[in-house]
């Protein structure tokens, strides 16, 4: 047995089944290895390695298990890295297996030698290893899994080329071996009894309480739901939490933060306590004021436990097993005047959202497009949305229901993993629909080409249907959009315009299906033609650059701002606008009658 073979049976210890990788020299001898053990676990080909790194994320994400990728040495070890942050930064379990040179070459500036050890030291920080010799397995394999599920974090192995090739050996009974076994044990840890009682004394006197969830409340939902009953409260999430309460519950608020909803910012802002759990959203800024409300943090990390807002009490432990031991504790508040007002924003918000689609565009309103989508999704649907304006109406559009999961690129937002997460997730979950969400950018920037990897898997299955939406703009536009709400540049058009790319085209000469739509009254038809479609589906929706991602705290006179920076650019519509700018965003959003509302 070589070293490479025997890292490929650790890793089928391990429950290892896919490994998102592409191929290299540095990684030739496992490689071989592969074919020996007839593709067990599976390698899955990407046509980039950060794609690659991408789909083991999006695997992660969607099964709750370890994503695993691999590459060759030097250029293929450095093309991960983008991939590998978004899972070190969204906190998701993701091991590298990258190659290097030999072992004589190392040090010598030798072709394709970089320093991966150094490279790696930060996106792989809770481990990263380079082995050496034999012995130095099964440690290193398990080391990294181990890390990597307990930490929520990134690891890598590093195994140079000269090393794979080696007959294997294992650690002996001896000085400086260091021997290993397999497995981690689940565990829930709970705070103590005394910081418990602390929490529940907060809560208890509030009022007008609020929560916000994350990703990290997503094994909780029976315990969260309840908390909201008990204090009264209505609950906000972060964009990573998105998936973790339906949305048809009367006082989730839906999303927090720019890409947000005007409910979870008004509760936010008129709140007097304050329940976080599972969430380490960043912008504090769409938080109460530091002097405003009491509050009580619960996460199982104590490294990322009291940033944010000033807590009060900060529970380091399980979000379910702690919200049980919680919960005993709370006192049932009355559901008064707070909770209806939650109840009746939220509810307004979403005939808000209505009317914000229906508002005409020139060709297609993207609110619309995504709108129109609401409705008609399965129950277990998988969704993923880029970064871009793409994300805005994931956010606000979509309603989560049933068993649907969703994500994004949470904490690093980089273009481009919205096709190869949707890859992981039909990996993970064969048998169920996905959709990904994505804008022009992005699709020309990595998704065009992940196309050809959908075309060569699809047929394994279950459910074929993968279905990718590309809001085609010809625009960067969330950047455009920046740019005028900050800098008050209409478009830099060398930076921001985008060539026409007929992405439907393309996906039916590699043996797909695709429709092109350009005027509202497709929209409809062609999302249930790729829903019930026999193969996966890319639909190109021509929609609006004009239509602006509005933050949910904007005053008129931003919007106005934002608006006239538009109209530099664009004079002949300059008296229209003047004229009925305002009109359009008191329909868009009715009740909101004075400047700075």
Not at 93 to 104: E, F, K, L
Not at 221 to 239: F, H, I, M, N
Not at 362 to 367: K, W, Y
Not at 552 to 564: G, M, T, V
Request: aromatic share 8%.
């Amino acid at each position: 047995m070589k070293v490479s073979d025997y890292i490929l049976r650790r890793l089928r210890d391990w429950g290892v089944e896919h490994v998102f990788a592409y191929p290299g020299d540095g990684i030739n001898g496992l490689l071989a290895a592969w074919e020996r053990a007839n593709d067990n676990p599976r390698f899955i080909q990407a046509r980039h390695e950060e794609m690659a790194a991408f789909q083991a994320v999006g695997y992660a994400k969607f099964s709750g298990r370890i994503g695993v990728c691999a590459a060759t040495s030097g250029p293929g070890a450095i093309h991960l890295l983008n991939g590998l942050y978004d899972a070190k930064l969204d906190h998701v379990p993701v091991v590298a297996i990258v190659g290097q040179t030999n072992r004589s070459a190392m040090g010598g500036s030798y072709q394709q030698e970089v320093d991966l050890q150094s490279l790696y030291k930060d996106v792989a920080s809770d481990f990263c290893d380079t082995v050496m010799v034999p012995e130095q397995l099964p440690n290193a394999i398990d080391r990294a899994m181990r890390t990597a599920y307990g930490r929520r974090s990134v690891t890598a192995v590093i195994v140079p080329a000269d090393v794979q090739e080696l007959d294997y050996s294992p650690p002996t009974h001896a000085f400086k071996m260091v021997p290993s076994s397999l497995g981690l044990s689940s565990y829930a840890p709970v705070p103590a009894d005394r910081e418990l009682s602390r929490a529940a004394d907060v809560l208890n006197a509030g009022h007008r309480v609020a929560m916000l969830i994350g990703q990290g409340a997503r094994g909780a939902r029976d315990q969260v739901e309840e908390a909201a009953y008990l204090l009264g409260a209505g609950v906000a999430k972060a964009l990573l939490g998105k998936d973790v309460l339906p949305d048809d519950l009367p006082y989730v608020t839906g999303a927090i933060g720019l890409l947000g909803t005007r409910p979870s910012y008004e509760m936010m802002r008129d709140c007097d306590t304050l329940l976080v759990v599972g969430s380490s959203f960043p912008y504090t800024q769409f938080m109460p004021d530091l002097d405003q409300a009491r509050a009580v943090q619960i996460d199982i990390d104590p490294h990322m436990v009291g940033m944010r807002y000033p807590f009060e009490v900060n529970l380091v432990g399980d979000a379910a097993q702690t919200l049980k031991h919680l919960l005993p504790l709370i006192r049932h508040k009355q559901h008064g005047s707070w909770r209806r007002k939650i109840e009746k924003d939220t509810a307004r918000w979403w005939e808000v959202m209505e009317r914000r689609a229906a508002v005409a565009a020139d060709p297609i309103n993207p609110e619309y497009v995504v709108h129109a989508l609401d409705a008609l999704l399965p129950d277990d649907v998988i969704l993923t949305a880029d970064s871009g304006s793409a994300a805005n109406w994931y956010a606000r559009h979509l309603r989560m229901r049933g068993r649907m999961r969703g994500s994004l690129s949470g904490t690093l937002a980089t273009m481009g993993p919205g096709v190869p997460y949707a890859i992981g997730a039909k990996f993970a979950h064969p048998g169920r629909p996905a959709l990904a969400l994505v804008g022009d950018g992005a699709m020309q920037m990595n998704g065009l080409a992940e196309l050809v990897t959908v075309a060569k898997y699809w047929q394994e299955w279950a459910d074929p249907r993968l279905i990718v939406a590309v809001l085609n703009n010809l625009d960067l536009n969330q950047v455009t959009w920046e740019m005028r709400a900050m800098s008050g540049a209409p478009q830099f058009l060398a930076s921001q315009s985008l060539p026409d790319v007929p992405y439907a085209d393309f996906a039916r000469s590699i043996g797909l299906e695709g429709v092109r739509v350009e005027e509202p009254g497709g929209v409809e038809s062609a999302w249930r033609r790729a829903l019930h479609a026999d193969r996966p589906f890319v639909i190109d929706f021509r929609t609006d650059p004009a239509v602006p991602p509005i933050p949910p705290h904007a005053s008129l006179d931003q919007i106005e701002a934002a608006a006239a920076a538009v109209l530099k650019g664009d004079s002949d519509r300059v008296a229209m606008v003047r004229q009925g700018f305002k009109a359009k965003v008191q329909e868009m959003l009715p009740g909101h009658h004075h400047r700075g509302s």
